[in-house]
């Protein structure tokens, strides 16, 4: 019986209890999240790799606050824009800038949701927050399905002892069960049309 | 950016494999080097976290760090006192606010921690700047408080 249980909310507690290896599986579940969000500010590959490390020796220190699954992705992202844009403003101000050269501004850019909720609008940040809180075994099966060069059935069999014939319904219910994440949920949720039926439409005749 | 539906479990694996191409290697060698960090994790259960509350540097229009004169300053707070640091080329002049004398120490990723005093101020300076991530701890009569990690 596949358990869908998301094992994020255990993985914090035992890390925030002193657990190393569970901190290790936070990791690195998170930082593609992590990188993708600090990645889209205009640093050198060592300097994402360093404000990386600099979020993730804060979180170290910040586990108890962390122990509500939902709240990690947020505070990942809000916390690598602060540090990334820090980064970006220190190394910025060693050099003279143009402030009409677009690449300044877009560096400079972080946008808060005024409601202080985290909306998924960027399409990659949404799938790998849903991917990192996936149970064990449908993370792994998603991670081998989507390698670069594509793995056969009879590897992906061989590495995880999931029988041939049983990838095709995993991986579905693994698709399914991450559709069902908080993230990926947010992201299709904030592109849906609002929904007129016939009954209740209103239109401009009608309103006073 | 449009948001997606993902409907299509194609769709939704390829987007999938965008994203984890967009991350790969660097994720990888972030989470290899994370795994060490855990080791300067904070046991102590009386010990306060102050946090990193205001920075200068954030602002782009501080001077820049290193000029004659012209400081960084950073604020950490917590729940029984601040510290405020003062960043210059060569120096970090650091007040405990309410003013009080104390033990700090200065810890950075590598080397040894640097040891002072702060007077009955609640002044210390540490001469030479330590380079990459410090934080500071702070033990006075009543509290002992360490601060968020910081890039210098």
Redesign the interface.
């Known amino acids: 019986m596949e358990d869908d249980e998301s094992p994020i909310t255990t993985l914090v507690a035992a ?1 925030a209890d ?1 657990n ?1 290896r569970a ?2 599986e936070i ?2 579940r998170y ?2 999240l ?3 969000v600090i ?1 889209r500010f205009r640093l050198s ?1 060592a300097e ?3 404000v ?3 979020v ?3 979180a ?4 108890a606050e962390l122990r509500e699954a939902r709240a990690i992705p947020q505070w990942i992202i809000v916390t690598a824009r ?1 540090e990334a ?3 970006v ?2 190394a ?3 050099q003279p800038h143009d402030p009409l050269d677009p690449g300044w501004s877009a560096s ?1 850019q972080t946008s808060v949701d005024p409601d202080d909720r985290l909306i998924y ?4 940040d949404a ?2 927050a849903g ?1 990192a809180e996936l149970p064990d075994r449908q993370r792994e099966l ?2 081998l ?2 390698a ?1 060069p594509p793995l056969t059935y009879e590897e992906i069999h061989r590495r995880t002892g999931i029988p041939i014939g049983s990838i095709g319904p995993t ?2 219910r693994a ?1 399914e069960r ?2 069902r994440t908080e993230p ?1 949920a947010t ?2 949720d ?3 049309e609002p929904v007129r039926s016939g009954g209740d439409r209103r239109d401009d005749a009608t309103l006073g | ?6 409907d299509e ?1 194609e769709e ?2 390829d ?10 290697p ?6 290899a ?3 060490g ?2 080791s ?4 102590d259960q009386e010990l306060f ?1 102050a946090s990193l509350s205001f ?1 200068s ?4 229009t ?1 001077p ?2 290193g000029d004659a004169g012209d400081a960084r300053v950073l604020v950490f707070d917590a729940a029984p006192l601040s510290v405020e640091l003062e960043v210059t080329a060569d120096r970090i002049t650091g007040q405990i606010i309410p003013p009080s004398p104390g033990e700090i120490v200065v810890e950075a990723e590598s080397g040894p921690p640097v040891r002072l005093t702060a007077d009955e101020h609640g002044f210390f300076v540490v001469t030479g700047l330590p380079t990459g ?1 410090i934080r500071v701890r702070c033990d006075t009569t009543t509290s002992r408080v ?1 601060t ?2 910081v ?1 210098l």
Do not use: F
């Not at chain 1, 170290?60 to 586990?63: M, R």
């Open positions: 890390a002193g190393a901190w290790s990791v690195a930082s593609p992590l990188v993708g990645r590959n994402v790799e360093d990386a490390q600099t993730w020796l804060r170290v220190e910040h586990l602060r844009l820090r980064q403003t220190m910025r101000r060693a400079l609008a960027e399409r990659h799938l790998l991917l998603i991670l399905l989507i670069n991986r579905k698709l991450l559709r990926i992201h299709r904030a592109g849906a | 950016m449009m948001t997606r539906r993902w479990d939704l694996l987007d999938l494999a965008a994203a984890m191409r967009d991350v790969d660097t994720a990888q060698r972030v989470a080097a994370a795994e960090l855990y300067w994790r904070t046991v976290l920075d540097s954030a602002h782009a501080s820049v760090r991530r360490v968020d990690w890039v």
